[in-house]
């Protein structure tokens, strides 16, 4: 069983489109995150949740919102997508005790905005 | 946050020892020194990780300076599916951060 998972792997979309990434974990873990990967190769993080509860919101612009229906899913939709959006996008999840413990990463979505 | 440096690459020979080192000389008390690497088209991977004392797992030894302002990640054989990009974290216990630095790009030749 795949411990954190995203769908679709690949999304290629036009300008302006609105989308959405969908990551669910089965590790019973109580924050999830998303992760950003540009053509850098530098990863960043986008946002935080816990328990359903937005934690971290870096500077994200308003078009990307994430939605938590339960805690083992953590998705994140685009409206008006940008060319700059394109990247990898990750999603993660880790235990409460969140120094102490590790993050699982799913394998990662690859947006193309054409 | 705290920040890391690390060397931009590293190479190495397949079944020989690997030590990548990280500098984090403005770490506090209470971080946490994390090492994840990410494999070519595949998501980050936790490697290991530890607060004071030397660390060892199945994967790798992370060996942590006394004063804790260095780390070293020890691949005690390196193979080729090592090859990987190596990131050295520090996780603090008042954010919920993994702040990724540029890493360590690993080379393994056969």
């Known amino acids: 069983d795949t411990a954190v998972s995203q769908t679709p792997k690949y999304l290629v979309t036009q300008m302006g489109n609105d989308k959405s990434i969908k990551c669910e974990q089965n590790?019973?873990?109580?924050?999830m995150y998303w992760y950003k990967q540009d053509s850098k190769k530098f990863l960043k993080i986008m946002f935080s949740y816990n328990n359903k509860e937005l934690i971290i919101n870096e500077t994200v612009p308003n078009r990307f919102s994430p939605k938590s229906p339960d805690k083992a899913h953590l998705n994140l939709h685009i409206n008006s997508l940008e060319l700059g959006d394109s990247a990898v996008y990750f999603c993660a999840s880790s235990q409460e005790d969140r120094v102490n413990s590790e993050a699982f990463f799913g394998q990662g979505t690859r947006l193309t905005v054409v | 946050d705290a920040k890391t440096t690390q060397p931009n690459s590293m190479e190495s020979n397949e079944e020989e020892p690997v030590h990548l080192p990280c500098n984090h000389s403005?770490?506090?008390?209470?971080?946490?020194i994390h090492w994840y690497r990410q494999l070519p088209s595949q998501g980050p991977e936790y490697v290991i990780h530890g607060l004071t004392s030397n660390v060892n797992n199945r994967m790798a030894s992370l060996a942590i300076a006394e004063d804790r302002k260095s780390s070293t990640l020890i691949l005690h054989r390196a193979t080729l599916r090592d090859a990987a990009v190596y990131y050295c974290?520090?996780?603090?216990?008042?954010?919920?951060?993994?702040?990724f630095g540029t890493g360590t790009r690993l080379q393994v030749f056969p």
């Open positions: 590790l019973g873990h109580d924050t």
């Open positions: 403005t770490i506090s008390g209470t971080d946490y």
């Open positions: 974290i520090l996780r603090d216990r008042d954010t919920d951060k993994l702040i």
